[in-house]
């Protein structure tokens, strides 16, 4: 599965993903850089980590993860999901 990062770092988290992990409208996930990938997790031990606010089915990637990754608007990611986590991977 693929998914368009939007002009403002935005991606949509497909229904299925959602359903599949509980997430809650105006739920605070956590999403953070590990092996050139971005996660997405409900819960971790690492309070520091970035924490966006998941809402209408989308969630902002921060500006410094967008950067570090290389990740532009329009730009593909796949989506994967393992251990109660989104993995978001750039295609480009």
């Given at each position: 599965m693929y998914l368009k990062v939007s002009d403002n770092g935005q991606?949509?988290?497909p229904k299925k993903v959602q359903t599949?992990?509980?997430?809650i409208?105006?739920?605070?996930?956590?999403?953070?850089?590990?092996?050139?990938?971005?996660?997405?997790e409900?819960?971790?031990?690492?309070?520091t980590l970035n924490q966006c606010l998941f809402t209408n089915g989308k969630i902002t990637i921060p500006m410094e993860l967008r950067r570090l990754l290389n990740i532009t608007?329009?730009?593909?990611l796949s989506i994967d999901i393992s251990s109660n986590k989104?993995?978001?991977?750039?295609?480009?």
């Open positions: 991606i949509r988290i599949q992990l509980n997430l409208e105006g739920q605070y996930l956590f999403v953070y850089e590990s092996q050139n990938c971005i996660m997405i409900k819960h971790h031990e690492d309070e608007a329009r730009t593909t989104v993995i978001l991977k750039n295609q480009n």
